[in-house]
C-alpha cells in the first residue's frame, strides 16, 4: 500500500515544526517542575537545618544566661576560700600569749619576780627582774634562783630557745632601808605560734655575745 501525501510541503512543515515545539514546550514544564521540586526541597532542608541551629542558639544562649547567673555564686566561693587561706594563715602564725603568760606566772619560782615584760611576736619574750639571794657560800658565785628559772622556762611548751641575757649579785634597799642580797637577771626566750609542731613558728632570740655575773 502506497501513501501519498497530498498537503503541500509548506503546511508539512509546519506541522513538524508545532509538533517540535510542543514536545518542547512539554519539556520545559516538565524541567520547570522538576526545578521546582528540587528548589522546594532544597528550601525545606535548608528551614530545616535553620530550625536546627535557631534550637541551638537558644539553647546556647539560656545556658550562656545559667552560667553567667551562677558566676556571682562561682566568684562567692573564690572569696570565701581566699578568706579562710587567709584566716587559716593568720591562725597558724598566731601566738597564743594568754597561754604564755598563764604558763609563765605558774612556772616561775617563788623567790623570783619580774619587774618588766616584754613581749613581740617576732623577738619573743625579754624578762627582767630579781631573785632572792639566798647564797652563803664564799666565794658567792651561786645564781642557783636564776638557773631554776631557766629550767622551768625551758619546759613550758611555748617557749623555745631560753638564753640568760646577764645575772649579777646587787643588794636591795627595801621600804624599811634594809639591805638585803638579790640577783638581777635578763632574760630572753623565742615564741611558738599556735602549732607548737612546726619549728617555722618559732622566733627565736639571737644568742647573748656574753654573760654578765
Not at 634562783?145 to 622556762?153: C, H, M, S
Request: one cysteine or more; glycine letters at 4%; proline letters at 4%.
Amino acid at each position: 500500500m502506497v501513501r501519498i501525501n497530498l498537503l503541500p510541503r509548506e503546511i508539512s512543515e509546519k506541522r513538524k515544526f508545532e509538533s517540535a515545539v510542543s514536545i518542547a514546550a512539554v519539556v520545559a514544564v516538565i524541567i520547570y517542575l522538576v526545578l521546582f521540586a528540587v528548589f522546594g526541597f532544597v528550601q525545606w532542608i535548608v528551614s530545616q537545618r535553620t530550625a536546627e541551629l535557631q534550637s541551638h542558639i537558644d539553647l546556647a544562649a539560656t545556658l550562656n544566661a545559667q552560667a553567667n547567673a551562677l558566676q556571682i555564686f562561682e566568684e562567692k566561693e573564690a572569696d570565701l576560700d581566699r578568706r579562710q587561706t587567709l584566716m587559716l594563715e593568720a591562725v597558724k602564725q598566731r601566738v597564743d600569749w594568754g597561754r604564755v603568760l598563764n604558763e609563765l606566772s605558774l612556772m616561775l619560782p617563788g623567790d623570783v619576780w619580774l619587774e618588766e615584760l616584754t613581749a613581740d611576736q617576732t623577738t619573743g619574750l625579754m624578762l627582767r627582774g630579781m631573785a632572792v639571794d639566798s647564797e652563803t657560800d664564799v666565794p658567792d658565785l651561786g645564781h642557783k634562783a636564776i638557773a631554776r628559772t631557766l629550767v622551768r622556762l625551758a619546759n613550758i611548751e611555748l617557749l623555745r630557745d631560753v638564753w640568760l641575757n646577764s645575772s649579777a649579785k646587787e643588794m636591795y634597799t627595801g621600804t624599811d632601808d634594809t639591805e638585803s642580797p638579790v640577783l638581777l637577771f635578763e632574760i630572753a626566750c623565742g615564741v611558738l605560734s599556735a602549732e607548737p609542731t612546726s619549728a617555722a613558728g618559732a622566733s627565736a632570740p639571737s644568742p647573748p655575745t656574753e654573760s654578765t655575773q
